[in-house]
């Protein structure tokens, strides 16, 4: 079955970095576009990077432009999310999300994983 599986939360200070990981299982992964959205409490989930499926083009949330990079491994089914300099507004539950449109539109989530930014 389809299994999107993060990890690499934590607990981090300020100006520290994590790096989160998604596995993929159960669908081909290389043919998704793979993205990462986060939602802290009492907000929406919001996206925060996005990969495409060919070609790596990326785009990210203005809030982790220069901090935040995503990337790719279609040899491992996984995808990344490099956090540097973590503030305390990155405090939030970051779910993996893989994405197609055609032949028919299709969308996986994962269950999260919780990063906390405090001193």
């Known amino acids: 079955q389809v299994q999107l599986v993060e990890s690499g939360g934590g607990l981090v200070q300020p100006g520290r970095s994590l790096r989160l990981s998604c596995a993929a299982s159960g669908f081909t992964f290389s043919s998704y576009a793979m993205s990462w959205y986060r939602q802290a409490p009492g907000k929406e989930r919001e996206l925060v990077a996005a990969i495409a499926s060919v070609g790596g083009s990326t785009n990210y949330a203005d809030s982790v432009k220069g901090r935040f990079t995503i990337s790719r491994d279609n040899a491992k089914n996984t995808v990344y999310l490099q956090m540097n300099n973590l503030k305390p507004d990155d405090t939030a539950v970051y779910y993996c999300?893989?994405?197609?449109?055609?032949?028919?539109?299709?969308?996986?989530w994962g269950q999260g994983t919780q990063v906390t930014v405090s001193s």
């Open positions: 999300k893989a994405a197609r449109q055609w032949p028919v539109t299709t969308t996986y």
